[in-house]
T-cell receptor, first 115, second 113 residues
Framework: DAGVIQSPRHEVTEMGQEVTLRCKPISGHDYLFWYRQTMMRGLELLIYFNNNVPIDDSGMPEDRFSAKMPNASFSTLKIQPSEPRDSAVYFC?????????????FGSGTRLTVV | AQSVTQLGSHVSVSEGALVLLRCNYSSSVPPYLFWYVQYPNQGLQLLLKYTTGATLVKGINGFEAEFKKSETSFHLTKPSAHMSDAAEYFCAVSARNDYKLSFGAGTTVTVRA
């Protein structure tokens, strides 16, 4: 298995532009998580899905952030419009049916820089 | 709610010396506990986990951790550090009826030759 695949690995964009981050979870995993990592705040859970349905989006910082999971093999995290304070590493992770037991498998992350 | 506290944001050890990373948890229910490692420019990789049973858990790369309920701790150790152990290490906790992992702030390990 190729693991959790995220694209792009790096993204540099100008303030105000739309940014879309992509994630392909491990086949057979039915939970998908989006995390953000910054020096100041560490790892923050943004949103998670179960069987393609968003379950908890309480970590999404603002309405500028949105996430979708149109099918079991693809998810996107969109920021529109982007701001410099959105600069961070964004991780996607997936898990089997009991994430609290199995733990997560993380992707390599997307490093976002908003200038 | 569950949370973890990692004591020490940075640990420096000599090659061949003991690595000890401290993690204390707070949980209102019996927890599941995890250690993850993050190498530069990579995602987090699961080192080991405690769910039930034996309180001494062995993981990859020679690491192990012991669950001590009386001390609410889950410290990570490795008897002999290798240069390749230089990375950031995260402790995480979840409740048995929850789906979310709560991560600590991380501890960066540097290994001196």
């Amino acid at each position: 298995d190729a693991g959790v695949i995220q694209s792009p690995r790096h993204e540099v964009t100008e303030m105000g532009q739309e940014v879309t981050l992509r994630c392909k979870p491990i086949s057979g995993h039915d939970y998908l998580f989006w995390y953000r990592q910054t020096m100041m705040r560490g790892l923050e859970l943004l949103i998670y899905f179960n069987n393609n349905v968003p379950i908890d989006d309480s970590g999404m910082p603002e309405d500028r952030f949105s996430a979708k999971m149109p099918n079991a093999s693809f998810s996107t995290l969109k920021i529109q419009p982007s701001e410099p304070r959105d600069s961070a590493v964004y991780f996607c992770a997936s898990s089997f049916s009991e994430p609290s037991y199995y733990g997560y498998t993380f992707g390599s992350g997307t490093r976002l820089t908003v200038v | 709610a569950q949370s973890v506290t990692q004591l020490g944001s940075h640990v420096s050890v000599s090659e061949g010396a003991l690595v000890l990373l401290r993690c204390n948890y707070s949980s209102s229910v019996p927890p599941y506990l995890f250690w993850y490692v993050q190498y530069p420019n990579q995602g987090l990789q699961l080192l080991l986990k405690y769910t039930t049973g034996a309180t001494l858990v062995k993981g990859i790369n020679g690491f192990e951790a012991e669950f001590k309920k009386s001390e609410t701790s889950f410290h990570l150790t490795k008897p002999s550090a290798h240069m390749s152990d230089a990375a950031e290490y995260f402790c995480a906790v979840s409740a048995r009826n929850d789906y979310k992992l709560s991560f600590g702030a991380g501890t960066t390990v540097t290994v001196r030759a």
